[in-house]
């Protein structure tokens, strides 16, 4: 079974596409467009867990995050963008746990624009996050939550080794109905990554 790739930040290639793509940490700077991109998916999609009736971070809470992932062991936010571009096209970010019970699991959310669906973006984006993790020597596993009918995420997270472990039945509240969550982790020291590349 294909498993994620060694994927080293920062990154410079093509998407499947064959335009240029760069994959790179996150910086404070990139607070303002960061919240742009949330606005954008959480406007076009319905499996975000925060809807577009949800108050988005300020630029400044957002820097805040951002500096956060950047000093806190084993956590990450990495953006996908075009070079020369200011606009971002994908994110994830991976939240380690805060005591040293739960230091070794990260939390992993990932979002990109509807636009550059079927890019291969998201993989790239899954494959920097958990090289990032197992270089970390601290996070062992990545957790993870997606909505019960996006088969195509659940499909790429099966692929790069993610299994089910439950479902959070009636969890998210879609209106008048409610959705359910699929939780799904890896154990990284059980996964051999491959060498990297776009699939």
């Keep these: 079974m294909q498993r994620w790739r060694t994927l080293e930040l920062p990154w410079r290639g093509v998407d499947r596409l064959g335009e240029a793509l760069e994959l790179r940490m996150s910086e404070p700077r990139d607070a303002v467009a960061w919240v742009e991109h949330l606005q954008r998916i959480t406007t076009e999609t319905p499996w ?8 988005l971070p300020t630029a400044g809470e957002q820097r805040g995050l951002i500096e956060e992932y950047g000093i806190r062991a084993g956590s990450v936010a990495i953006c996908a963008v075009r070079p020369g571009e200011k606009g971002i096209l994908g994110t994830i970010t991976l939240a380690s746990g805060r005591s040293r019970r739960t230091e070794h699991v990260a939390e992993l959310s990932m979002g990109v624009a509807k636009h550059a669906w079927g890019r291969g973006i998201g993989r790239l984006l899954m494959d920097a996050a958990l090289t990032h993790a197992l270089a970390s020597r601290i996070v062992k596993r990545v957790s993870l939550s997606v ?10 997270y ?11 039945r009636r969890y998210v509240r879609m209106g008048t109905h409610h959705e359910d969550l699929v939780v799904m982790g890896i154990w990284l020291e059980d996964e051999a990554p491959t060498a990297g590349g776009l699939a």
């Design 48 to 55: 975000m867990l925060q809807s577009d009736e949800d108050p």
């Design 147 to 156: 909505f019960h009918d996006n088969e195509v995420a659940r499909r790429l």
């Design 158 to 168: 099966e692929r790069v080794g993610f299994a089910t472990e439950g479902v959070l």
